[in-house]
């Protein structure tokens, strides 16, 4: 199955977290998993959140964009262009009122629904509407005595 990434799972990626070597594990046995241009600019803007937070300083935000920025150059990543068709489908499954999906989560699942690939997310919101939804997502979380992976909803 391909893979697609939210940006929870990307910044885990590139910035040390307590999901970094499971995530890291998973992308180093997955080939080109999918990303969109939205994920880049989210994932530069989580970069830029932990700069004002003063959790990493400018140089290393610098040296993450630049890292992240080069596999997306080297086409480390499949990027999935976000469509109109996407915009509406996000739109029409907000509009169920059945998940506390966010405009940006929906687009992501639009993207990947539409593509066939699984959502990779550490975001437990985005999973659960994925469940609802019936879009392939896998949960990444940390269990305080294991890592583990769940990948049913």
């Known amino acids: 199955m391909k893979l697609y990434l939210d940006t929870s799972v990307l910044v885990a990626y ?3 977290e307590a999901l970094s070597p499971q ?11 999918g990303l969109s241009f939205l994920t880049e600019v989210e ?3 989580a970069v830029a959140k932990k700069i004002r ?10 040296r993450i964009l630049a890292k992240f920025f080069s596999h997306m150059d080297t086409e480390l990543y499949t990027i999935i262009p976000v469509a109109n068709h996407h915009w509406r489908l ?10 506390p999906l966010r405009t940006l ?13 699984e ?3 550490a975001d437990k919101l985005l999973y659960q509407a994925a469940g609802v939804l019936d879009v392939k997502a896998q949960l990444m979380t940390v269990d305080s005595r294991q890592w583990t992976v769940a990948t049913d909803y």
Request: with cysteine.
């Open 14 to 16: 590139y910035y040390p």
């Open 23 to 33: 995530i890291q594990s998973l992308l180093n046995t997955t080939v080109k998993p």
């Open 43 to 45: 994932f530069c803007s």
């Open 53 to 62: 937070s003063k959790e990493i300083g400018s140089p290393d935000g610098n």
């Open 90 to 99: 996000a739109r029409s499954w907000i509009s169920l009122f059945s998940t």
């Open 105 to 117: 989560d929906a687009i992501h699942l639009a993207i990947a629904s539409d593509a066939d690939l």
């Open 119 to 121: 959502m990779v997310t």
